[in-house]
Structure formats: structure tokens, C-alpha cells
């Protein structure tokens, strides 16, 4: 192996750890000699001006945590304080995630040219900035760009990678952090861009941001977190990390090998997309920075794998072997990220990028420490607490953290006074969070454990930490806008699927034609076909969306709209049974069964399609809970759909081998499949009486909807998975049928697709739908794999 070696691991390592070694002797003496404490009471007397009012009922008032962001960011307008709240939170990112000094008047420019940007999309009305983070809003935004490609491309892949997360790690979690690291890198690639750059140039920026930020991200949750967490045995750990230095030294990632074992599948998933991701990493850079990159990463790599075999019961460890691999790690991860997007090189950014880690991490740290100490891990914080009574000689974590604190306003930014203004009131804001989160009395807790040896600055903190003001900050409220959207949407949908699953197998029992006793001798072989075709996988999307307008919108009664459900079922089944009949699509699967026609024979099979529509009329018309002349409606309006729809079909059939417009496309997709999802909302709106303009609405919302839904069906005949598609593969192409695919290709049809998908979004927002499960069928329809 050592032969392929490109890197000399231990003296990359080692020159790293000489260099966190200086940082820590540092930070130590000024630790030792306590003049931190002095100075940082100093500071935070003139930081006070700005942040502690005289009493009043109104700073009490204002003080009280508020839950709505868009009265929150109100109220700074109001009160003039929203441009020193977005100057203090774009610093703050200048300086953490870019290394900026805050005293030059370039980098003043750039980050008011931010705020001024933001503050523009922060006063919009309130319906503009609630789904900011939508996939609509961002869709929308790479449009604009011209980068929807990318955009779907890294869609699909979060998706695909929340569903390769093993069980016993966080998926949401791991999403979370992908987005963040993205966005990161984003921001950081917008903020190189000059202002001459072309649109053309941006995009591909933007592009190769987004795609390093998802390929160096992915290390977090499949190394960092899957490492720690309890998903691999010890054996496997370590054939694991052996497999992730091997890559670092060489360059090239080895294969797996075999993987036996519940984890096998997982692991198979997360090389390959590793392997990916690493050689994505490895194009972007100019040959001459992959050997800097790799002496970065394995440093990271490292640092982490001496942290991960400490033992927290050991109470041997020296300060430094506490403290160093702490430096390396959170440093190397910041540097690793200007190293891949080929940022500006500056003695400067790269110092205090190397400075910050160590702050971040104290700061994480003690915000998990609970957590931490309860899993065991060893951090410097549980080590302290674990420890520090035997062990006179342990440094307190958190006054080491003040001492980086007063490091950095004075030694690393100059007694600057923006940069004390951000670093104190970012302090502060931590302490109000953890306080807020934990509680008064944990607070006052962890306070008495870990602040009491100066008690000087803990008086000052602690006063603060309860009267200042205006210590919040933008990407916090981001985060945790984030974590409420995804969580709340994650039960949602739960609750959609749930219902779902639930609805479609009442249909399942209820679906099946039973014997009606007068005619029994002609109706057997009919019922037996219709049943078979009805089958039970089916994925009964139209009646469910029926049941979830008409019961959770409407308020109708689950007995009385039986009927309609059933009927919507056996119309687009008997709309299948004729679409795969030799003379349409001559297909031989459906439903993961042989085609009725296969199984039977084609008159079987055009009998039981007309038998069938006329079970449904017969549903329709025994809808008796509801006045006649609804019913009649109700029943003229499924014919009329019923005639479009076969309209649709033939408009299929007839095209062909022909190079259809899009526009063409569109129509006869809307007719062929989105009038069967317009039926199933039109007809619970017209039994429950719903407006002229909702009905539109709906409408509206159909059409676009039943064209993604074909567009994703005419993908799935070409990427879908054979296996679970329960119909055969690459029908299209054999017919030569017109198709979304066929006609403008993967890419562009998924363009189409999601395009469609923002347009009925957007139709939604309008209705201001009260219920989300509009929301989800239409995630669902995209997304869905069969
Ligand atoms: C298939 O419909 C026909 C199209 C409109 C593309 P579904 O995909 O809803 O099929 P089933 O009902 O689940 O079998
Ligand atoms: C059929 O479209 C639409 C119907 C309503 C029958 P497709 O022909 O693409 O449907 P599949 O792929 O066979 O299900
Ligand atoms: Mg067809
Ligand atoms: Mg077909
Ligand atoms: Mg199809």
C-alpha cells in the first residue's frame, strides 16, 4: 500500500498539531495570568450601552421571547433596530465562516451590501417571507439562475440519502446539516463573485458550490456521525475508518469489499456515494491543491479518530491531549471548506479561519454537554466535570472559552469595536438560548459548576445574560426556522401517510364486486375479472385524494361518499385495463400481474373496462345521502371527464412517433391523466356545494398536478426500479409514444416536471388551503418510486 502513498500523513499531522500546540500555549498563559477577566469586564461595560435600557414596561414587553419571526422582524423595524441586527448577524458570518477582519473598508462594503440585499427581501409582505425555504421559493430562485438542473440533482440526492440514513441516526438531522454546509458554501461562492462576473460564469459557480457543499457535507453524516454513533460494531468501525485513511493517504478510494451483515446494504450506498463524492472533490481542484486538500482532510480525519478513542474514565489525559485535537479538528473542518471552493488565499482570512474553530466548538460543547456526558463521550467539558475534582491541574473549558473570547476582540481583532459588538453579544445570545432551553434552574447549574471560579465576569454575565437586549441573530433564526419547517413537515406527512395507508385499505376490503344475488350465472366471470384487475396494489391515489376533500376539507360523512370513492376507483381501473390492450399500449404487467387481457383474453378484457365504468355510474348514482339533483351533477360531470379522458387517449394513440410542442404535451397529458385527478377533487367539491372560484382553483391545481404525475410516470418507465414498478419497463419507448421523456429527455422533463410541481404549489397557496394534504399528495407524486 505504502507505495501509492501521495501524502506524508504523519508529518501533515503532525505540522498541524505544532501549529494548534502554539494556539493552545497561548490561550493557556492568557488563561494562567487571568487578564482576560479584567479586560472582558471592560468590554462588556461598554457593550452594555447599546444593550441594557433603563427599565421600562416596554423593554419588558419587548423582551418577552417571540414566537412569530415575522412580528419579531417587524418589531425591528419598527423600532429601528433591524439594520443593526442584520449588520451584527452578517458580521458575525463575515467573520466566523469567512475569516474577515471587520476594520477594512472592503469587507464593510461587501457585508452592508448584504444586509441592504436582505433587508429588501425582509420587508416583503408576510405571505413572501413564510415559505421563504419552500421547494417552490427555491425552485424558483435556480430558476432564475438557471441551475434548475443542479437544483433537482441535489433535491433527488438528499432524498436519497434520508432514505439510506441506517436506523439509529438522524436522518433530519443529517439533512439538516447537509443543507446548512451548502448554504454555506453558497454564500461564501456568491461572496467571492466580483460584481462583473456574467450570468453565465454565476451559474456555474453557483453549481460547483452546491455540488462540493453536498459531496464535502456528506462526511458528516457518513463519517463523522456514523462513526459515533452505535449503528456499526467495533469491527466495523475500524474497517470502516481504515477504509476512510487508506483514501486520505492515497487519494482513491478502495472498494468496499464485501459487507455481510445488516449494515451491508447501508454501507454499499454510502461508499458509492462517498466514492462519488470524493472524486467530484478531487476534478474540481487544480492538481496542485489535492495534496494540500488531502494533508487538510486527513488532519480532520485524524483529529477526530484520537478524539474518538478517549475514554472518559481515564483520568490521565494532559490538557494538551485534551485541547489540541479539539483545535485541529474544528479548525480543519472551516479550512477544508476554503480550500474546496478555491477561496482567496490570504495569510490573514486563513489565521483567524484557524483561530475560530476552537470558539465554535467550546460553544457547541457546552451547549450538548448534558447529552454528552450521558452518551459518554469525552469532550472538555465532560472531561472536566468528570474529573476536574481530582484534577487541580484541568483547565475550566468554559473560562476557556471567555479567554478565547477576550483573545479574539483583542489580540485577533484588534480591540475593534464592531468586532467586540458581535463576539459579546454572540456570547450572550448563547447563554440566553441555553437558558431559555434549559431552564432557569439547570442554568444556575451548569453556572455554579463551571463560572464560579471567577466570579467576578460571572456576575457580569449573568446580569446580561437576563437584562440585555438586542443580542439576536439572523442565522439562528434561520436555524431554527429550518429545524420547525422540516419537523413540521416530517409530521405532516406522517400523519398524511398514515391516513393514507389507512383509506386505501378500507378500499382494498371494500373495492372487490361481490355477487349480486338475482343474476348470478352472467355476472361470475365479469366479477372475477374486474376484481382481479382491481387488484390490491394499486395505489388508489384518486379515491384517497376524494376522502381527504371530502372528509378532511368538506366535513363530509365518511358513509355517505363511499360510493364516490369506490366509482373513482373503478373508472381509472377500467381506464387501465383499455390502455394496456394490444391495440393502446400493449403492455403485459400491471399492477405487478400479468394485464387482463394476458391472464384472460382481450374481449374478457374489454368487456370487464366497460363493465367496470358502468359499476361506477352505478356507484355515482347511489350517492343517496345527497339531494338528486347534485347526484345528476355530479354524474353529467364524470361523463363529460370520462369522454375528455378518452379523448386523451386517442390523442396518444394517434401521435405516435410524432415530435409533439410542449404545449401539445401539456394538453394531452392534462386530458389522458389530469382530468382523472380533477374528478377526484371536483366531485366531493360539488356534492359539498364548494364555490365557483374554489373550483377553479382546484381545477387549476389538477391540471398541473396530473402533469407531473405524468411526467414522473413517464420517467419511472425509463429510470423507475422494475421491481417495485409493478408494470413492465420502457413501454414508451417501444410504442414510440410521444412522452415528456421522448420528447425533450430526462433532464428537460424534469424541468417540465418541477415546474409543473411549483405551478400547482402556487395554485395552493392562493386557494390558502387550511389542510396541508394537498401539499403532500403533490410531494408525493414527485417523489414516489412506483
Ligand atoms: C397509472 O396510474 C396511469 C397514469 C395515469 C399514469 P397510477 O400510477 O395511479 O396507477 P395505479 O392505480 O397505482 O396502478
Ligand atoms: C395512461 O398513461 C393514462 C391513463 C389514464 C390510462 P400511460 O399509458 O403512461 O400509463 P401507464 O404507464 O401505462 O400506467
Ligand atoms: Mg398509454
Ligand atoms: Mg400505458
Ligand atoms: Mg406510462
Not at 458580521?91 to 462594503?109: E, N, V
Not at 387481457?597 to 363493465?611: D, I, K, P, V, W
Request: proline share 3%; charged share 25%; hydrophobic share 40%.
Amino acid at each position: 500500500m505504502s507505495e501509492k502513498t501521495i501524502i506524508n500523513a504523519d508529518n501533515a499531522y503532525h505540522t498541524a498539531e505544532q501549529r494548534a500546540k502554539a494556539y493552545f500555549n497561548s490561550l493557556s498563559v492568557q488563561h494562567a495570568d487571568q487578564s482576560y477577566i479584567q479586560a472582558l469586564i471592560k468590554d462588556f461595560e461598554i457593550w452594555k450601552q447599546d444593550h441594557v435600557q433603563r427599565r421600562s414596561l416596554f423593554s419588558t414587553l419587548s423582551n418577552k421571547k417571540q414566537q412569530d419571526d415575522y412580528k419579531f422582524l417587524q418589531s425591528l423595524k419598527m423600532t429601528g433596530k433591524l439594520d443593526p441586527y442584520l449588520d451584527r448577524s452578517i458580521s458575525y458570518i463575515f467573520m466566523r465562516d469567512m475569516g474577515h477582519a471587520l476594520d477594512s473598508p472592503a469587507t464593510q462594503k461587501r457585508i452592508q451590501r448584504v444586509v441592504d440585499r436582505l433587508k429588501k427581501q425582509l420587508t416583503r409582505k408576510k405571505s413572501d417571507q413564510d415559505d421563504m425555504f419552500s421547494m417552490t421559493k427555491l425552485y424558483r430562485m435556480a430558476e432564475k439562475n438557471g441551475i434548475e438542473s443542479t437544483f433537482i440533482w441535489i433535491t433527488e440526492k438528499l432524498n436519497r440519502v434520508t432514505d439510506n440514513i441506517p436506523a439509529g441516526m438522524d436522518a433530519e438531522e443529517a439533512q439538516r446539516k447537509l443543507i446548512k454546509i451548502i448554504a454555506g458554501l453558497v454564500m461564501q461562492a456568491v461572496e467571492e463573485m466580483g460584481d462583473d462576473i456574467t450570468q453565465e460564469e454565476k451559474s456555474s459557480k453557483l453549481e460547483q458550490a452546491i455540488r462540493l457543499g453536498y459531496a464535502y457535507g456528506l462526511t458528516y453524516p457518513f463519517i463523522d456521525d456514523l462513526l459515533d454513533s452505535n449503528v456499526l460494531s467495533a469491527d466495523e468501525k475500524n474497517r470502516y475508518s481504515q477504509l476512510i485513511r487508506v483514501t486520505l493517504v492515497t487519494g482513491v478510494v478502495p472498494p468496499l469489499g464485501e459487507w455481510t451483515g445488516k449494515n451491508g446494504k447501508h454501507m454499499r450506498f454510502i461508499h458509492s456515494e462517498l466514492k462519488a463524492a470524493f472524486e467530484l472533490i478531487q476534478e474540481s481542484l487544480p492538481a496542485e491543491d489535492w495534496e494540500a486538500f488531502l494533508e487538510q482532510a486527513f488532519v480532520f480525519y485524524q483529529s477526530q479518530e484520537v478524539e474518538r478513542v478517549k475514554d472518559l474514565e481515564n483520568d490521565t489525559y494532559t490538557n494538551e491531549e485534551l485541547y489540541i485535537p479539539v483545535i485541529l479538528k474544528s479548525a480543519a473542518s472551516r479550512l477544508i471548506v476554503r480550500s474546496i471552493i478555491d477561496a482567496s488565499v490570504d495569510e490573514g482570512i486563513d489565521q483567524r479561519t484557524f483561530y475560530y474553530g476552537i470558539y465554535n466548538q467550546l460553544a457547541d460543547d457546552f451547549t450538548d454537554m448534558a447529552d454528552d456526558r450521558q452518551g459518554g463521550r469525552v469532550t472538555p467539558y465532560t472531561y472536566y466535570l468528570e474529573h476536574h475534582e481530582k484534577r487541580k491541574d484541568l483547565i475550566n473549558p468554559f473560562e476557556l472559552y471567555w479567554t478565547v473570547i477576550a483573545n479574539f476582540i483583542h489580540n485577533v481583532y484588534d480591540s475593534e469595536p464592531q468586532a467586540r459588538e458581535v463576539i459579546l453579544s454572540r456570547a450572550i445570545n448563547s447563554l440566553k438560548r441555553f437558558k431559555a432551553k434549559k431552564g432557569e434552574q439547570k442554568y444556575a447549574q451548569v453556572m455554579g459548576l463551571l463560572f464560579s471560579g471567577i466570579p467576578s465576569l460571572q456576575q457580569t454575565v449573568d446580569d446580561l445574560v437576563q437584562h440585555a437586549t438586542d443580542v439576536e441573530f439572523f442565522d439562528k433564526l434561520i436555524r431554527d426556522r429550518m429545524i420547525r419547517n422540516l419537523r413540521q413537515d416530517r409530521e405532516e406527512e406522517d400523519v398524511f401517510v398514515t391516513q393514507a395507508r389507512r383509506v386505501r385499505e378500507d378500499l382494498n376490503a371494500s373495492l372487490p364486486i361481490s355477487q349480486a344475488e338475482e343474476n348470478v350465472l352472467i355476472d361470475e366471470p365479469m366479477m372475477e375479472a374486474a376484481n382481479y384487475s382491481l387488484g390490491s396494489t394499486g395505489k388508489r391515489l384518486r379515491p384517497i385524494i376524494t376522502w381527504f376533500m371530502g372528509i378532511e376539507e368538506y366535513g363530509l360523512d365518511k358513509q355517505a361518499i363511499q360510493p364516490l370513492l369506490k366509482s373513482l376507483e373503478y373508472m381509472h381501473t377500467a381506464s387501465l385495463i383499455y390502455d394496456d390492450l394490444p391495440a393502446q399500449d400493449n403492455a403485459d404487467f400491471r399492477r405487478g400481474n400479468p394485464t387482463l387481457h394476458r391472464a384472460y383474453n382481450t374481449a374478457t378484457a374489454e368487456l370487464t373496462g366497460l363493465y367496470l365504468t358502468q359499476q361506477a355510474v352505478a356507484e355515482q348514482a347511489s350517492l343517496e345521502s345527497f339531494d338528486a339533483k347534485t347526484v345528476l351533477h355530479l354524474i353529467h360531470y364524470s361523463a363529460n371527464v370520462t369522454a375528455d379522458m378518452c379523448r386523451g387517449q386517442a390523442m396518444d394513440l394517434q401521435t405516435k412517433g410524432e415530435q409533439l410542442t410542449l404545449e401539445q404535451l401539456n394538453e394531452m397529458c392534462f386530458y389522458k391523466t389530469g382530468l382523472g385527478f380533477e374528478a377526484a377533487l371536483m366531485m366531493p367539491a360539488i356534492l359539498a356545494g364548494a364555490s365557483e372560484s374554489q373550483k377553479q382553483a382546484l381545477k387549476q391545481f389538477a391540471r398541473h398536478a396530473g402533469i407531473a404525475f405524468q411526467i414522473k410516470d413517464d420517467l419511472l418507465d425509463v429510470e423507475g426500479d422494475p421491481t417495485t414498478l409493478g408494470k413492465s419497463p420502457f413501454r414508451d419507448k417501444e410504442n414510440n409514444n410521444s412522452t415528456f421523456v421522448s420528447v425533450l429527455g430526462i433532464e428537460a422533463a424534469k424541468k417540465e416536471m418541477w415546474e409543473h410541481y411549483c405551478l400547482a404549489m402556487e395554485t395552493l397557496q392562493a386557494l390558502n388551503h387550511k389542510n396541508p394534504f394537498l401539499k403532500h399528495v403533490l410531494n408525493y407524486f414527485v417523489h414516489r418510486g412506483y
